[in-house]
């Protein structure tokens, strides 16, 4: 079936760190894959997203690459903020399928000045 | 455009009361997504409407669950009768059709069942 996994949380950073968010995904064919964003008391948010192998996805200094080959969609920043806080959220949208989406269970980061 | 609109943003209930849940999507989408977020589970799919036609309910816990969704705009969640464990956000989310489209989620019920 159709999953995706995430690195477990929670994450704290100091301000300006690097941050890695693993993303690994399971689905047949070639599915869309997704990050999201969710601050706190707020609905998700679309931060990125990668539509075919080797695209790379990026907004707000966030990137992540679709890895074919290795099932894998890593969100990366190379400088967080503290208002980078959030829990974010690796999704998959399988060709297909309508629009349903499989989302992973979240990441929470807290920056730290 | 005003984004996908939920009622109420709070909800607090007691145990055994009726407890409904709107939802209006961003005009012109036709899918609609509910969800259910707990500390417990993460984010939980609930149901899933595609030109207001249930395609997936899957998820949707028990027969005290139930959803509609009449027209383009317009979906509601029912619980009843609510119970404790209930309590939740509640999320819905749309998406439009024609290549890869994104969802666009509401900024969420809260829902407490005393």
């Known amino acids: 079936g159709n999953s995706v996994t995430q690195m477990e949380g929670p994450v704290t950073l100091s301000e300006e760190a690097f941050l890695t968010i693993n993303c690994t995904y399971t689905a047949t064919g070639y599915p869309s894959l997704f990050w999201y964003v969710q601050y706190p008391g707020e609905g998700l948010q679309l931060l990125l997203k990668?539509?075919?192998?080797?695209d790379k996805g990026s907004n707000k200094g966030f990137e992540a690459t679709y890895r074919k080959e290795t099932t894998s969609f890593h969100l990366e920043k190379g400088s967080v903020q503290v208002s980078d806080s959030a829990v974010y959220f690796c999704a998959l949208r399988k060709a297909n399928t309508g629009n349903q989406f499989y989302f992973g269970t979240g990441t929470s980061l807290t920056v730290i000045p | 455009d005003a984004g996908v609109i939920q009622s109420p943003r709070h909800e607090v209930t007691e145990m055994g009361q009726e407890v409904t849940l709107r939802c209006k999507p961003i005009?012109?989408?036709?899918?609609l997504f509910w969800y259910r977020q707990t500390m417990m589970r993460g984010l939980e799919l609930l149901i899933y409407f595609n030109n207001n036609v249930p395609i997936d309910d899957s998820g949707m816990p028990e027969d005290r669950f139930s959803a509609k969704m009449p027209n383009a705009s317009f979906s509601t969640l029912k619980i009843q009768p609510s119970e404790p464990r209930d309590s939740a956000v509640y999320f819905c989310a749309t998406a439009g059709q024609g290549g890869v489209e994104t969802q666009y989620f509401g900024p969420g019920t809260r829902l407490l069942v005393l």
């Open positions: 005009s012109g989408h036709n899918s």
């Open positions: 990668a539509t075919k192998a080797d």
